[in-house]
């Protein structure tokens, strides 16, 4: 089975602050693990894909296979980033994607 | 380029009425899903479809059927709607690239049962 745990459901940081949103998976496999963000009850969009190893608007996560984590990092808070994360992991078949119960991170000016 | 697109938006039914959502994806993804998102819950999956012509089960099932009518379409009915199924419904499709899987959501299907 596959699992996805994120444990804060709610984190709140200061502007300019480091923010981590952490995220671990249960999978007997070598999964693919994605960040979404979602704004306001909007679609959910992709922040990352750990195969690609990006960072978009300043945020990265690296993948832990040894502590099975996926945790999202950014070391200066915005405002702007105030919304819904959301970690998923998608099965090595590719054909089952879960999702973690989201973090809501809020930025305090 | 419409990604994918749900439809209704927004719904409001009575007990144990029934209806369909609809979802419709253009990028001729193999995989589709279905989600509900509810407060404190995150994103759960109802059913999904790992290409034409099969469906399975997720985690939340009950009380609900699906459709895969064909690559592009993935339907959700609702047979007898309780007040427990008022939530935001997400339609996924995923599909294969060389650098990994790529997934798009819907805009999301607003269900209120009253």
């Known amino acids: 089975a596959q699992r996805v745990t994120q444990p804060e459901k709610l984190l709140s940081v200061f502007k300019g602050a480091p923010v981590e949103l952490k995220c671990n998976y249960s999978?007997?496999?070598?999964?693919?693990l994605f960040w979404y963000v979602q704004y306001s009850r909007q679609r959910l969009q992709l922040l990352l894909r750990h195969i690609s190893r990006e960072s978009i608007k300043g945020f990265t996560a690296d993948l832990n296979k040894g502590e099975t984590s996926f945790h999202l990092k950014k070391p200066f808070a915005q405002e702007e980033d105030s919304a819904m994360y959301y970690c998923?992991?998608?099965?090595?078949?590719?054909?089952?994607?879960?999702f973690g119960e989201g973090t809501q991170l809020t930025v305090n000016p | 380029n419409a990604g994918v697109t749900q439809t209704p938006k927004f719904q409001v039914l009575k007990t144990g009425q029934s209806m369909t959502l609809q979802c419709a994806q253009d990028m001729n993804h193999n995989s589709m899903y279905w989600y509900r998102q509810d407060p404190g819950m995150g994103l759960r999956l109802i059913y999904y479809s790992a290409s034409e012509g099969t469906t399975d089960k997720g985690e939340v099932p009950n009380g609900y059927n699906v459709s895969r009518l064909n690559k592009r379409e993935f339907s959700l009915r609702l047979e007898s709607a309780a007040p427990s199924q008022t939530s935001v419904y997400f339609c996924?499709?995923?599909?294969?690239?060389?650098?990994?899987?790529?997934?798009?959501f819907g805009e999301g299907s607003w269900l209120t049962v009253v």
């Open positions: 998923a992991l998608l099965g090595a078949s590719g054909s089952r994607l879960t």
């Open positions: 996924a499709s995923s599909a294969r690239i060389s650098s990994g899987n790529t997934i798009y």
């Open positions: 999978y007997s496999g070598s999964p693919e």
